[in-house]
C-alpha cells in the first residue's frame, strides 16, 4: 500500500457543451433573490468560470413580463439563463426568446422544492416524480434552440424515489448536454446534509458532464465533494453570500491545492460599494436600496460589530445615510487591522 496522501485538490478540466465552453467549471449556482444581474456582473468579473440568472418562469418569459424580461438580462459571455414550467411548448417559446435575447446556455429546472413551483404549478422539482412529462420538456427545449441544453435537479422527490440516475440517462438521450445535481431530495428542502457520494451514481450513469451541488461553502468541500461525487466541477450557492471572490478561491484551489486568502478588507469595500451602486443603477434607488440590504448585511457578517451594523442599516430608507454608515463601519474596522472574528461557516450560519 502506497504512503503518499491522496491530493486534497482536484484537478479543473474545461467543459466543452458543444460550440460553448467552460474554461473554468466553478458556477455560481441559479439562487431567487440573489443572482439578480448586478450580482452575477460581481462574481463573473472575480473569477466565476459560469453564472445562471435567476430561475425564470416559461410562461412570464413567453408573456414578456416585464419584471421577467429584467431577470433575464444578460451579464457577459458565456450567458446562461434558467426556466422552469411544466408545459413543453411553453418551455421551448420561453427558451427561444431568451436565446434570441442572447442567452449562451438554456438550463431547465427540475430541482427547485418551494411549494409554489413543486406544488402549485407542477414544475421544478415536481417534474422528477413524471420522467414522461419530464422527458417530453427536456425534447421540446433541446429541439427549440441551437444553443447547449443544461440540466439541474436533486437526487430525487424522497428517499424512496432516487431517480437521478435515470433521469439523468433519459436528458442525455433528449440532447441535454449537462446535468447539475443537488445532493438533497425535495423532501429536504435544505435541511440535513448534501450527499456528494450519491452524485456520483449519476456521473456513472452518463457520459456527459455532471456538476455536483450542494453544501460547499469552503475549498475543502469543494474538493470533497468532487473527490466523492466524481464530478467534473462544483456549482455554489450560499457560500457566495457576501464572498462573490468565493469561486476563484475554489477554482485556484482545485487547480493547485493552495489556497487564495480573501480580499484584505478595504478591497472588499470597493467590491461592497460597487454593487451597491449597480443594485441602485439596476432596480432603482427605493427598490434598490431595499434588496441591497441582505447583501450589505452579507458583506459584513464575521466582522467586529457586524450585527449592530446590520441592524442599523436595516432601518435606514435614505442612501447618503446608509453609504456613511457603510463608510464609517468599514474605515474603523479597517483602522484597527481587525480580522473576521468567526470562520466563513459559522458566519454563514449566523448570515441565514
Known amino acids: 500500500m502506497s504512503n503518499i496522501a491522496e491530493p486534497k485538490h482536484t484537478p479543473l478540466h474545461a467543459i466543452d457543451l458543444g460550440g460553448v465552453r467552460i ?28 453564472v445562471v440568472s435567476e430561475m425564470i418562469a416559461s410562461w412570464a418569459m413567453v408573456r ?56 402549485g404549478q407542477m414544475a421544478g422539482s415536481a417534474l422528477m416524480r413524471d420522467e414522461t412529462a419530464a422527458a417530453r420538456i427536456l425534447e421540446a427545449t433541446v429541439n ?7 440540466l439541474k435537479m436533486r437526487m430525487g422527490w424522497d428517499h424512496a424515489s432516487l431517480n437521478s440516475p435515470r433521469l439523468a440517462r433519459i436528458a442525455e438521450a433528449s440532447g441535454i448536454r449537462m446535468v447539475t445535481v443537488h445532493g438533497r431530495t425535495r423532501q ?21 458532464p455532471v456538476i455536483v451541488n450542494g453544501d460547499i461553502v469552503t475549498e475543502d468541500d469543494a474538493a470533497e465533494a468532487m473527490r466523492r461525487s466524481g464530478a467534473d466541477g462544483v456549482m455554489l450557492g450560499r457560500g457566495c453570500y457576501g464572498q462573490p471572490w ?23 469595500k470597493r467590491i461592497l460599494l460597487e454593487h451597491y451602486h449597480a443594485m441602485l443603477a439596476h432596480f432603482g434607488t427605493d427598490a434598490g436600496l431595499r434588496l441591497a ?19 442599523a ?4 430608507n435614505e442612501v447618503p445615510a446608509v453609504l456613511r454608515l457603510i463608510d464609517a463601519f468599514y474605515d474603523k474596522v479597517i483602522a484597527a487591522g481587525a480580522a ?12 441565514a
Not at 144 to 150: H, R, S
Request: charged share 20%.
Open 246 to 268: 468565493f469561486p476563484a478561491q475554489v477554482a485556484h484551489y482545485l487547480r493547485t491545492g493552495r489556497r487564495v486568502p480573501d480580499p484584505p478588507l478595504a478591497t472588499q
Open 64 to 119: 414578456e413580463n416585464r419584471t421577467t424580461l429584467r431577470m433575464a438580462e444578460l451579464d457577459g459571455k458565456p450567458s446562461a439563463i434558467q426556466l422552469a414550467g411544466c408545459e413543453p411548448a411553453a418551455m421551448a417559446e420561453a427558451a427561444r426568446i431568451a436565446v434570441g435575447r442572447g442567452a449562451d446556455i438554456i438550463d431547465i429546472n427540475f430541482g427547485c422544492p418551494v411549494k409554489k413551483v413543486a406544488v
Open 144 to 150: 427549440a434552440v441551437a444553443v447547449p441544453v443544461t
Open 23 to 50: 474554461d473554468t467549471p466553478v458556477i455560481l449556482a441559479p439562487m431567487s433573490g440573489v443572482t439578480d444581474l448586478p450580482f452575477r456582473r460581481v462574481a463573473r468579473a472575480l473569477g466565476a468560470g459560469l
Open 293 to 311: 440590504r441582505k447583501h450589505v448585511s452579507w458583506y459584513s457578517r464575521g466582522l467586529p460589530g457586524s450585527a449592530e451594523f446590520r441592524a
Open 188 to 208: 429536504q428542502f435544505y435541511t440535513g446534509v448534501a450527499d456528494w457520494d450519491f452524485v456520483r451514481q449519476v456521473k456513472q450513469a452518463v457520459g456527459i
Open 340 to 351: 473576521r472574528l468567526v470562520a466563513r461557516d459559522d458566519a454563514l450560519a449566523e448570515a
Open 313 to 316: 442599516v436595516n432601518k435606514l
